[in-house]
């Protein structure tokens, strides 16, 4: 299903550096979401948009950043890699809030090391 | 401590053979909602059931949600390999989303 899609969809940096990552959407929902995926902690909201300029922090915001300056572009940024957060990044839409009932569209990941 | 608990966390089956998986909370959620992950994919949602006792099927799968809304299974009738997946549950409960960590089922041919 294209109606997401995030790029990378592998990437390897090193300590200290920025990484941004990119989520693209062609459904025109008004929610987009970023987790990380980890063995042992299932999965963990990063950040989160529900609409364009609007952003909140999840439970695992720390050392992330988000910009969503367009309905179809959601936008993550590690501002100086760490070792800790060599994980696998989905991104999800949703066309209303999930306390409503809606289901994630999940994209297919980056999976991103950190060296 | 995961606020939704799912059990069991591997189910390794041949292939025909019934099973069921739990999600088992003590909150109560407002809705909850079943997920299938293959390897390499993000999650796909299988259903979304919203009423306690509420039964929905799905071809070979059938998903139940409690009476009390702080549980729920799902059942595989004649597993298929096809089937193999991480099964995920998640809802909303007091204003917060919340994923299970997960049940990973292997069928074999």
């Known amino acids: 299903d294209a109606g997401i899609t995030q790029s990378p969809r592998h990437k390897v940096t090193e300590t200290g550096t920025p990484v941004t990552l990119r989520c693209h959407q062609t459904?025109?929902?008004?929610?987009m979401y970023w987790y990380r995926q980890d063995p042992g902690h299932g999965l963990r909201l990063i950040h989160y948009?529900?609409?364009?300029?609007?952003?909140d922090k999840g439970e695992v915001s720390d050392g992330y950043s988000v910009s969503r300056s367009k309905t179809e572009d959601f936008l993550l940024t590690l501002e100086s890699a760490t070792s800790s957060q060599t994980s696998v990044y989905f991104c999800?839409?949703?066309?209303?809030?999930?306390?409503?009932?809606?289901?994630?569209?999940f994209g297919s990941g980056t999976r991103l090391t950190v060296v | 401590t995961q606020l939704l608990e799912q059990s069991p966390q591997f189910l390794s089956i041949q292939e025909g053979e019934n099973l069921t998986v739990y999600c088992n909370s003590s909150?109560?959620?407002?809705?909850l909602q079943w997920y299938r992950q293959e390897p390499g994919e993000g999650p796909v949602l299988l259903v979304t059931?919203?009423?306690?006792?509420e039964v929905k099927k799905l071809k070979r799968l059938t998903f139940q949600f409690g009476d009390a809304r702080k549980d729920s299974s799902l059942h595989i009738t004649a597993a298929q390999p096809g089937d193999t997946g991480l099964y995920l549950c998640?809802?909303?409960?007091?204003?917060?989303?919340?994923f299970g960590s997960g049940t990973k089922l292997n069928v074999k041919p």
């Open positions: 999800a839409i949703s066309e209303a809030g999930v306390r409503d009932g809606y289901g994630y569209t």
């Open positions: 459904e025109n929902h008004r929610y």
């Open positions: 948009s529900y609409g364009v300029k609007d952003t």
């Open positions: 909150s109560v959620f407002s809705s």
């Open positions: 059931v919203v009423t306690g006792g």
């Open positions: 998640a809802g909303e409960s007091f204003n917060k989303f919340y």
